[in-house]
């Protein structure tokens, strides 16, 4: 994983920013043909045309109404292309607000992505049902009531406008539906993905631990530069160095010497009581006094 695509989470956990991106992108498709399949199954059960709404959306980018499937495939097309790019937005903004919002489990996902779903329904779907989609929806409605009839759309614009009107808040409440099903399809998806790059395999490993101070490192170079740089020096220590009161032994000076000042402190002033008055020299005990003297100073 390269450092400029890795970078650590507010746990502390590594991430793959692009895999992040990718799998949002991913995410936010299938979201957005998951609220075309049900938002089509919603009409059908109200009575209306199916694929009323995908022509819709033809319409409101150009294609003409006797495009017919052409138009309704032309809507799916820039529907499909709508949730693509919103799961780019998505990952945008939650990688920017990464404290708060970003997608790291399934559970996350599920709050961010309902969240979601509501921001955009409020943003995006709302402004465009009531801009562009309302008319279109009449228009698309009455295609295809025209088809099955024999007359003229123009015919029948007047009774479908009417029909819409009346089921409109049914409508606007379907249309809320499906984009809260949108974010969460969304959310749990790059959620339950975001699981097995940042807590899985990207995750900072904690095993290769050092053997003397404990300390963890990432990885197995990591951990034998710092047994170089950190440890080198005690190594070259001589070993068993051993406390002249007790007999313990110990690693390093310094380790005898932490061990003198805590277990011996009276020790450091029994020296004064068996001092040789002849040259100075200190003993422990008054054996070793006697011993010194009748040796160095025939006493």
């Not at 015919?155 to 029909?163: G, W």
């Not at 009276?266 to 200190?282: P, S, V």
């Amino acid at each position: 994983m390269s450092e400029a695509n890795a970078k650590k989470n507010s746990n502390g956990r590594t991430v793959n920013y692009r895999k992040y991106v990718g799998l949002s992108v991913i995410a936010g498709l299938i979201g957005a043909l998951v609220m075309g399949l049900v938002m089509t199954g919603i009409l059908a059960a109200m009575g209306m045309p199916a694929l009323a709404m995908m022509m819709a959306l033809g319409l409101t980018i150009g294609l003409p109404v006797s495009g017919g499937i052409s138009t309704v495939m032309g809507g799916l097309a820039i529907h499909l292309f709508d949730g693509a790019f919103l799961g780019l937005i998505g990952a945008g903004v939650t990688i920017g607000l990464k404290r708060w919002f970003f997608v790291d489990s399934a559970k996350k996902g599920i709050l961010v992505g309902l969240l979601a779903g509501v921001v955009l329904f409020v943003v995006f779907g709302l402004p465009v049902m009531v801009l562009s989609l309302e008319k279109a929806m009449v228009l698309a409605v009455s295609y295809y009531v025209a088809s099955s009839s024999g007359m003229p759309i123009t015919a029948v614009m007047p009774m479908v406008q009417q029909k819409l009107m009346a089921a409109l808040p049914s409508i606007m409440g379907a249309f809320f539906f499906v984009h809260l099903l949108l974010g969460l399809t969304w959310g749990i998806i790059l959620g339950a993905g975001a699981t097995l790059f940042v807590s899985g395999t990207a995750r900072v490993k904690q095993d290769r631990a050092c053997p003397v101070c404990g300390m963890s490192f990432p990885t197995e170079q990591a951990l034998m530069q710092h047994g170089r740089t950190a440890h080198q020096q005690k190594k070259e220590e001589p070993a068993g160095l051993k406390c002249p009161a007790c007999g313990m032994s110990f690693p390093s000076q310094e380790a005898l010497m932490a061990h003198g000042r805590s277990a011996h402190p009276a020790k450091q002033h029994e020296h004064e009581h068996f001092r040789c008055k002849a040259c100075g020299a200190e003993f422990e005990t008054q054996d070793e006094l006697m011993k010194h003297g009748k040796s160095s100073h025939s006493m």
